[in-house]
């Protein structure tokens, strides 16, 4: 995951690249765009953000917490839901997967 400059309102925009994916078609670096709890707010921030899969006919929210550590290493907690486009509503409730991901920044 790459991400681009917060700016004053607290939203930002980035790339994902994942290296997970249930289809066989070739993963394609995909654009996210999201928002976190004002940029001014003292702790740990919150954020949400969401990726439009290139390769894929399907959206994965993400909502999580960055943790700054004493000596400055930022982690990234997240809760996401993916959910794909099925063909009726009948089929809806294959629809949807959760999961938790954690990302460590590197320079």
Not at 26 to 53: D, E, M, N, R, Y
Not at 63 to 77: I, S, W
């Amino acid at each position: 995951m790459t991400l681009w400059a917060l700016d004053a309102a607290g939203t930002f925009s980035g790339s994902y690249h994942t290296a997970v994916a249930a289809t066989n078609k070739q993963i394609l670096v995909s654009p996210l765009q999201g928002a976190q709890q004002h940029p001014s707010a003292k702790g740990q921030p919150t954020f949400g953000f969401t990726v439009q899969w290139l390769f894929a006919d399907s959206t994965t929210a993400f909502v999580g917490q960055c943790f700054v550590d004493r000596r400055g290493k930022e982690t990234l907690e997240t809760t996401w839901l993916l959910r794909e486009e099925v063909p009726s509503h009948r089929d809806s409730w294959k629809a949807t997967r959760l999961g938790t991901s954690v990302f460590t920044r590197i320079k």
